[in-house]
């Protein structure tokens, strides 16, 4: 059979498929269509597009009227004569480095080790994924049992009055640990699952080749889970980005905490109430964001291609 003769057939198929849809079938399938689309341009890209326009305007948030452009003057204040942007970026980057090399290495291990169906290992299985499920405000709080100047169970074990979530020379650090310790688990459960669905027989055949556990692993294992490495690299760099909830329950993002998310809020939300530059700030964190998934996406279509 020929591929013409294969693709008239089909067709044909899909014309005969498409008369028997009725008015009800051609209703329900633009209702799916339609209403997630509408939600999304609503809720995603109309806001986006928004904040892209505020950032070249002045606006105290009241009056439409009293909205001013500024052209990038907004960007302009940003990188000179604002104190916590270039902090804030400092700190965004040491969160990631400290993501990516501290609790995404420990998930990996925990993954490895669990993978082993060893004995309890759904308890701990349970154990580490806990933490994930509670949100970054509440671990915020757990910690602070942790941390506490007067109370705290590292005070009072070491005998010290560190104040780890008032000191700016450690509380940047403090947080990025109770961070890790939920960040941990979820990156444990995405290198579990895949390494639940690697074919059994890369790992016969390189114990047949005579290659250890750890050689199997970094030349075999682990090159075979590329998609699921590009998927942790960038959710680490997203929530390296949006983090946010931890350092406003500390100190607002304060005193030695600037991250541009919480300069977004202390702008938009807080006393200055300037929609405008706070806008230009939320640019500028999705400019960063979008890169990074840009190339997530070229390397997922390229890996298609193949």
Do not use: C
Request: hydrophobic fraction near 55%.
């Amino acid at each position: 059979m020929s591929a013409t003769t294969s693709v008239r057939r089909a067709r044909r198929s899909r014309a005969r498929v498409e008369k028997r849809r009725g008015p009800r079938d051609r209703l329900v399938i633009g209702l799916m269509i339609g209403i997630p689309t509408v939600l999304v341009v609503w809720l995603v890209w109309l806001p986006a597009l928004g904040s892209v326009l505020l950032s070249f305007t002045k606006w105290n948030g009241f009056k439409f009227s009293a909205i001013q452009w500024v052209g990038t003057q907004n960007y302009v204040d940003i990188a000179t004569i604002y104190p916590p942007f270039w902090p804030a970026i400092r700190h965004n980057l040491i969160w990631l480095f400290f993501l990516f090399v501290l609790p995404t290495v420990l998930g990996i291990v925990l993954a490895v080790v669990l993978d082993r169906e060893m004995w309890g290992s759904r308890f701990y299985q349970t154990a580490f994924y806990l933490p994930v499920v509670l949100s970054l405000a509440l671990v915020g709080f757990i910690w602070q049992l942790f941390y506490s100047t007067d109370q705290g169970l590292i005070n009072e074990v070491f005998g010290s009055k560190v104040d780890w979530y008032g000191d700016p020379d450690v509380n940047l650090w403090a947080v990025l640990v109770a961070t890790a310790w939920r960040h941990t688990g979820y990156i444990m459960l995405i290198y579990l699952a895949g390494l639940k669905g690697i074919d059994a027989s890369l790992r016969e055949a390189a114990a047949v080749d005579g290659a250890s556990e750890v050689k199997t692993f970094f030349h075999v294992i682990f090159p075979v889970m590329r998609p699921i490495n590009m998927i942790v690299l960038v959710i680490v760099v997203i929530e390296s980005l949006r983090a946010f909830d931890l350092v406003w329950i500390v100190n607002k993002g304060r005193n030695g905490l600037e991250l541009i998310s919480a300069l977004v809020s202390q702008n938009v939300i807080g006393e200055a109430t300037r929609y405008g530059f706070g806008s230009a700030l939320a640019v500028i964190m999705m400019v960063i964001s979008s890169v990074f998934i840009a190339i997530y996406l070229r390397i997922v279509f390229r890996e298609e291609r193949r």
